[in-house]
């Protein structure tokens, strides 16, 4: 088993905090994952219940526990309560020192920064703190949106053949992106 990630990670930046999902975020998670974009590019349920938000919370607590990933609840700071998205973080199972990010951010917080800046954080977190080698990022050429979070985020996409990716029924084809050294 891997070592387990911490289970109260907690970042704070100078407009963003991340920190794990907690109960009270329950009825507040439907607004922000229910949503046409997130059931196209994100392999989070849809329709998105207040039944998967308890899963995606039993999940992010299980992940974390055993030393595959954290889910985090993209928050602005000073307002820790309010969730506004989710960042993931992921051991690459196939290439040890590889943490792969992922993020949703709801509908009504879209357009803020929030993603770009959660995706600077998290990297940061994972070189620093939780010593990984490489941060990517795999992202549908198609999805333009998260394309420009990418290359804003100083993201680079990486001279590597596409990536299929099973998720909801069908492989999806997927670019790797790399935050440069």
Do not use: K, N, Q
């Given at each position: 088993m891997l070592a387990s990630f911490p289970s109260d990670v907690r970042i704070v930046g100078t407009d963003l905090s991340l920190r794990p999902w907690e109960p009270h975020d329950l009825p507040r998670m439907p607004a922000l994952?229910?949503?046409?974009?997130?059931?196209?590019?994100?392999?989070?349920?849809?329709?998105?219940?207040?039944?998967?938000?308890?899963?995606?919370?039993?999940?992010?607590?299980?992940?974390?526990a055993g030393g595959l990933g954290l889910q985090l609840a993209v928050t602005l700071t000073g307002e820790e309560r309010v969730p506004r998205g989710e960042i993931g973080?992921?051991?690459?199972?196939?290439?040890?020192?590889?943490?792969?990010?992922?993020?949703?951010?709801?509908?009504?917080?879209?357009?803020?920064?929030?993603?770009?800046?959660?995706?600077?954080?998290?990297?940061?977190?994972?070189?620093?703190?939780?010593?990984?080698?490489?941060v990517i990022l795999r992202i549908a050429p198609e999805n333009v949106p998260s394309l420009r979070v990418a290359r804003s985020a100083g993201f680079v996409p990486a001279d590597l053949p596409l990536f299929h990716r099973p998720m909801k029924g069908r492989v999806h084809a997927l670019e790797t992106w790399i935050l440069p050294d």
């Open positions: 994952f229910d949503d046409p974009e997130v059931a196209r590019w994100t392999a989070l349920p849809s329709p998105f219940d207040l039944t998967a938000a308890r899963a995606r919370v039993a999940r992010s607590h299980r992940l974390a973080l992921m051991r690459d199972p196939d290439e040890p020192g590889t943490a792969e990010l992922g993020y949703a951010i709801g509908p009504a917080h879209r357009g803020m920064g929030l993603a770009s800046g959660s995706l600077r954080l998290c990297a940061r977190l994972a070189r620093r703190e939780l010593d990984f080698e490489r």
